[in-house]
């Protein structure tokens, strides 16, 4: 690449190129460095002939990786007078997907959410109609996290469906994973500053469960687990639990990545008018039997937070809640799934709480349940 940047001077989309490279390299310093003289005054240096788009649509690639929202302005303004075109590399060699993917990365880079959202659902539309399958993959990985961004009622199962078949596809052509890929950074600190990243951690991770040693059918079954409770919430863990053990449960309950899908699917279900004002974190501590080496192992603990209207919740002790429940991780997901009536649990002595007496009363109502 460096090369042809040093055989063709006067052709900015070699530079562009090089820059683009050394992003999906992850080597922060270098792209920056490449970039750099390409954005000097509103990209003036990018000259407009037949590779243009395809510089233009490079350096969205980069600037979305270094995140400079200066530079993301200028490049937005320059791209918009292409929007609904689609970036071809001449002559026949690919594409860099639609105009409004690279829009809606820069949207999102200058925190402007909804234009973001805007463009990326136009770019999942675009490259489903050129049948253009790789960028059909990103765009659905893009407007997924956008949706989880968003929040809104189903905004969660419809991200979890695209990310299940944009996961699916990446394997079956043999790309790279989106999340691999430099633009994970930018969706990533968009969360961490929308206090989200948890949640939006929960359902973009997909990785291993620490299970490798174990049989074929057991070993994926956390993630079938995730899945579930990705696409239908908690309404799907009657399903997972019924008639099943203490023992069962905590088996197929007891990774983390599969409690922070639950825990993540429970936050999502807030009914903020049954808070009735209550703003604070609930502390819960889950508890499990001995292994069967016939040790009991450390709880788990877990913290959810109501600010407003949104509920969070992320692994980790709650720094004084307002309420701690302790419980057992079995009896946990048989509350969660309306299967154990929380109120008896806790006169049975299953369930122990300390706090506020009050808020505890109403957990189960807060995030949609019923204490019936």
Same mark, same amino acid.
């Given at each position: ?46 000259? &407009? ?8 649509? #490079? ?66 539309? &675009? ?110 863990? #009657? ?15 007891? #990774? ?32 499990? !039997? ?58 049975? !002595? ?23």
């Amino acid at each position: 690449m460096k090369g042809f940047e040093d055989e063709y001077p006067s052709l900015p989309v070699w530079r562009a190129a090089l820059a683009h490279h050394f992003s999906e390299a992850d080597r922060f310093e270098q792209a920056r460095k490449a970039f750099g003289p390409l954005a000097a005054d509103g990209f003036l240096a990018v000259s &407009h002939d037949a590779f243009a788009m395809n510089a233009l649509a #490079s350096l969205s690639l980069v600037c979305t990786y270094i995140q400079d929202a200066k530079a993301a302005a200028d490049l937005y303004a320059v791209l918009a007078a292409f929007d609904g075109r689609y970036v071809w590399i001449p002559p026949a060699l690919g594409s860099l997907g639609p105009v409004s993917f690279h829009l809606g990365l820069l949207s999102a880079v200058r925190r402007r959410l909804p234009d973001a959202f805007r463009h990326l659902e136009d770019a999942l539309e &675009h490259s489903a109609r050129m049948r253009d399958r790789p960028w059909y993959v990103m765009s659905q990985f893009a407007f997924a996290v956008a949706l989880l961004l968003r929040r809104d009622a189903g905004d969660v199962e419809h991200a979890s469906s695209l990310l299940d078949e944009a996961r699916a596809s990446a394997q079956e052509m043999g790309l790279r994973s989106p999340l691999d890929r430099p633009l994970s950074r930018l969706f990533f600190a968009v969360a961490d500053e929308r206090g989200i990243l948890e949640e939006v951690e929960a359902v973009l991770l997909d990785g291993s469960d620490g299970r490798g040693g174990e049989d074929s059918a057991r070993s994926q079954q956390p993630g079938k687990i995730k899945s579930a409770l990705r696409r239908r919430g908690l309404k799907q863990l #009657s399903k997972m639990v019924a008639d099943a053990t203490d023992a069962e449960i905590e088996e197929r309950f007891q #990774s983390r990545p599969v409690q922070r899908a639950l825990f993540t699917a429970a936050a999502m279900t807030f009914v903020p008018e049954k808070a009735y004002g209550f703003q604070g974190t609930i502390g819960y501590e889950l508890t499990s !039997g001995p292994d069967p080496s016939g040790c009991v192992p450390e709880p788990d603990r877990w913290t959810v937070t109501i600010v407003g209207d949104k509920a969070t919740a992320r692994r980790g002790k709650a720094s004084a809640p307002a309420v701690s429940v302790r419980i057992g991780l079995a009896d946990f997901v048989r509350v969660a799934a309306g299967m154990l009536n929380p109120v008896k649990a806790m006169l049975a !002595g299953r369930i122990e709480v300390e706090g506020d007496v009050a808020v505890a009363g109403r957990l189960v109502e807060m995030f949609g349940g019923t204490t019936e």
